[in-house]
């Protein structure tokens, strides 16, 4: 399928999107966010593709929604159209790990949708932040309880009060990004750790997606028991069985994801 805002591609077992409108700072708008879900549907359907780097290249990765669209809205527009939380919802619920390679400005929708993703790398250029309190809103796609969740309560609270981005190296430091390196490098770096994730059981790799999601999000006991019964459920997969007869064979496993 052919998209306007947004190029697509597969690598090897990886599923690349880029998204594509850099001159205009590939803004959020309601295209964009239907053809995102669309393809990360895509994505999930297909069993070649183990993994996904979202990106929006080395230079921007998105500058936050599109204001034009919002600015006259009603409360109840803005409820019916508000999207952009079902993209984060869906890259969440993805059993596949989605990686962020960040480039430039990633603020506001985009860090929203940055931050729904599993892992993410930024380049030493990047600018992260909640800018919305700077016109008279909040974050509204997530940024308050993802945030909160990725680098504490407080600092939270100074990203959205404030409304100032951070740099690459503060977001790494308060473990809002995994790892910063230069623009250039930005695209290996994520397929060099995409492919280090999904090397492994696909099976697997989804499991310990909601296992930890959900882990996290509980009492102990709760996380606990749902951790046993993952763990347990593993032991239904051809994948688990090649695994281990690949270990105690000392050979490498070829999983198929079943």
């Known amino acids: 399928m052919i998209y306007n805002t947004i190029q697509v591609e597969i690598d090897s077992n990886i599923g690349i999107i880029t998204l594509n409108r850099p001159e ?3 803004i959020i708008t309601s295209e964009l ?4 879900l669309d393809v990360l549907e895509a994505f ?6 183990c993994g996904i780097i979202l990106t929006g290249g080395p230079d921007v990765f998105a500058a936050g929604s599109d204001i034009k669209e919002m600015a006259e809205a009603s409360p109840m527009e ?5 999207r952009t939380p079902v993209v984060c919802a869906k890259i969440e619920s993805m059993p596949k790990p989605v990686i962020a390679a960040i480039g430039g400005y990633c603020i506001g929708g985009g860090l929203e ?3 729904s993703c599993d892992l993410r790398i930024a380049a030493s250029n990047a600018r992260l932040g909640q800018p919305e309190i700077k016109i008279g809103i909040i974050p509204g796609a ?3 309880l993802r945030l909160v969740r990725l680098v504490g309560r407080a600092k939270a609270k100074e990203i959205i009060f404030t409304g100032d981005p951070i740099d690459p190296q503060e977001a790494h430091r308060i ?7 230069s623009p250039e490098a930005l695209m290996d770096e994520a397929r060099k750790l995409a492919e280090r994730c999904v090397r492994h059981s696909p099976c697997a790799l989804a499991m310990a997606k909601v296992a930890i999601d959900v882990c996290s999000e509980v009492d102990i006991n709760s996380a606990q028991a749902f951790e046993k019964v993952a763990f347990c459920f593993g032991f239904s997969t051809d994948d688990q069985k090649e695994g281990m007869r690949a270990f105690l064979e000392k050979r490498k496993p070829d999983y198929k994801g079943r």
Not at 44 to 49: G, L, Y
Not at 175 to 181: H, I, S
Request: aromatic fraction near 4%; proline fraction near 0%.
């Open 78 to 82: 803005m409820y019916l159209r508000k």
């Open 142 to 144: 997530g940024g308050n």
């Open 33 to 36: 966010r239907n053809e995102l």
């Open 44 to 49: 999930e359907a297909n069993s070649d593709v």
């Open 24 to 26: 205009r700072k590939n």
């Open 175 to 181: 473990g809002l990004v995994n790892a910063v390196v």
């Open 113 to 115: 949708i940055a931050m």
